[in-house]
């Protein structure tokens, strides 16, 4: 089972930025999909961005296009997720899974199947 780990959320006012970190193996990164998805209190878990290890980003939520950004970095067996622009709509829980390359391009949680724990993200002034 490969871990997932997050970090990099908290509290911060709209218009600004925020880095998530999702910590995992360098195998997972190169060679699977990786998915950043939310869930804000009293709604169904999203798909934000998600990103293959050969192809690239493969999906983009337009709830968060030209503000979030993915990126890897296979020496640090990192995915990041790059929030600027923040919004209130925002506040969420973010998470990162993997597919095991098992998701044929979708970007929904139901394709992926390690989970990390989740961390919290507060847009509010």
């Known amino acids: 089972q490969v871990q997932l780990v997050e970090s990099g959320g908290g509290l911060v006012q709209p218009g600004g930025s925020l880095r998530l970190s999702c910590a995992t193996s360098?195998?997972?990164?190169?060679?699977?999909?990786i998915g950043w998805f939310r869930q804000a209190p009293g709604k169904e878990r999203e798909g934000v961005l998600c990103?293959?290890?050969?192809?690239?980003?493969?999906f983009t939520a337009d709830s968060v296009k030209g503000r979030f950004n993915i990126s890897k970095d296979i020496d640090n067996e990192r995915v990041y997720l790059q929030m600027d622009n923040l919004k209130p709509e925002d506040t969420a829980v973010y998470y990162c899974?993997?597919?095991?390359?098992?998701?044929?391009?979708?970007?929904?949680?139901?394709?992926?199947?390690?989970w990390g724990q989740g961390t919290q993200v507060t847009v509010s002034s």
């Open positions: 360098g195998a997972t990164v190169d060679y699977y999909t």
């Open positions: 990103l293959n290890g050969r192809e690239g980003i493969t």
């Open positions: 899974a993997t597919d095991y390359g098992l998701s044929e391009g979708r970007c929904t949680p139901m394709a992926f199947h390690s």
